[in-house]
């Protein structure tokens, strides 16, 4: 049974860092890439940042690059999203997700429960 569980969420003000992280487990991802989207309230869920399983190759959002930084460590089969100066617009719930070579929201094979991130103005 594959599963992904996300942790690290929580309350931070603006300007402030949280990291999440996404422990993957019940099969092996290496020809996967794993990625982080977010949904905010009333709004669609949207792409954040993604990693390839083998390599480490990754690519973010516009929104978030320079900010927030993907990684995973494979000896813990965990994914990590490193989140720094965070704005009120970062406010959603923060999803982990796995697809095979590019993950995307219709490509996605996998997801985890999500994660309420909060920034406080």
């Known amino acids: 049974q594959v599963q992904l569980v996300e942790s690290g969420g929580g309350l931070v003000q603006a300007g402030g860092s949280l990291r999440l992280s996404c422990a993957a487990s019940?099969?092996?991802?290496?020809?996967?890439?794993m990625g982080w989207f977010r949904q905010a309230p009333g709004k669609e869920r949207e792409f954040v940042a993604a990693?390839?399983?083998?390599?480490?190759?990754?690519r973010y959002a516009n929104s978030v690059q320079g900010r927030f930084t993907i990684s995973r460590d494979n000896a813990k089969n965990t994914v990590y999203l490193q989140m720094n100066s965070l704005k009120p617009e970062d406010t959603a719930v923060y999803y982990c997700?796995?697809?095979?070579?590019?993950?995307?929201?219709?490509?996605?094979?996998?997801w985890g429960q999500g994660t309420q991130v909060t920034v406080s103005s």
């Open positions: 997700a796995a697809g095979p070579l590019v993950v995307t929201y219709e490509r996605a094979n996998y």
């Open positions: 019940g099969r092996t991802f290496s020809n996967y890439e």
């Open positions: 990693i390839r399983w083998s390599g480490g190759t990754t």
